[in-house]
């Protein structure tokens, strides 16, 4: 396996961890290829890439560096010039077996002129992350999130950067990120029916959901992103749903059609269709779902209610 440089080069993430326990404790996501996925070589075939072996860092004081890895961030010293490279060289290692390769050069460029963002990012449990940030305030670094408002609930993150100026993202996902938030608005009188014209999607931000009317009838589907706890927009010029913190999208059946795995659909609030034809959706119950299905709509006719089967209360 070649070496994963970081030398202002992006890369993909793969699972790292810290090898101490005060350290960092958690990965990256892993870099995958299966079966019907697209290969690092195009078509498709089995999994190449479960992981990596480990990354190389340029850094311009082995000294320095080789102590910020170790004391900073925790790595343990595997020892010093073991790998054939050009210059010095130090290799570190974390807890589940990944490698770090410090080698000295004359000079580093962290950042490509132009370039957005480059960093790996560490990704840790909510007690861990508490650790880490005591860590951090330990040694000096600021541990504030620059970026604080722009994370979905549950979310917590810091950056730390190496002497050489390497970025390294340390992440934390609490447990509001997916739990399930509850409106407090009870039952919502929407208006009538034909107030709401067939592939309408309308806000209704108090009760924190979108009433959807399809060939079928309505959805009153939750404002919530299920991937992470942001709140959703809808982007009638590209007929989706969207999710600002991490592009998560949905159709308006409420299926996602991002990029993430292991999304699944909007959860939905029951609504009935009263006798004067007036639409009414109860925010205080919320239905989990696996797919869409063709029973989940209500009709748009007066006396017509929720009653669709393979969904769950939650």
Sequence with gaps: MGFARINGCKKRRAPLTFARPEGFAALLAPLKTGCGSTSLHGGTGMALVDGFSHLVVQVTDLDRSEKFYR???SLDLVGRGLVNEQGPNSLLKT????????????SVEPFRPNSNSIHHAWLLTVEQYKRAQDRMRSFGYSIEDSREEFRALGERSMDIYDPDGHRYQVQ???????????PSAGQVDCGKVDD???GSVTPFPKGMFFLVRLDAGFLAVSSWCTHRNG??????????????FHSATYNRRGEFTGHLENVGP???????????????VDTSAIFVRKSYHLDQPVPARCGAQFCAA?????
Excluded: D
């Design 266 to 280: 909007l959860r939905l609030h029951p609504l009935a269709i009263s006798p004067a034809g007036r639409v009414i």
């Design 196 to 198: 709401f014209e067939v």
């Design 71 to 73: 004391e900073v961030l």
């Design 172 to 182: 934390a996902h609490g447990p509001e990120a997916t739990q399930i938030i509850r």
């Design 310 to 314: 393979g969904v769950e209360a939650v």
């Design 95 to 106: 807890n589940t077996g990944q490698m770090i390769l410090l080698v000295q050069v004359p």
């Design 231 to 244: 709140q959703l927009r809808w982007e009638k010029e590209h007929w989706r749903f969207y999710c600002p």
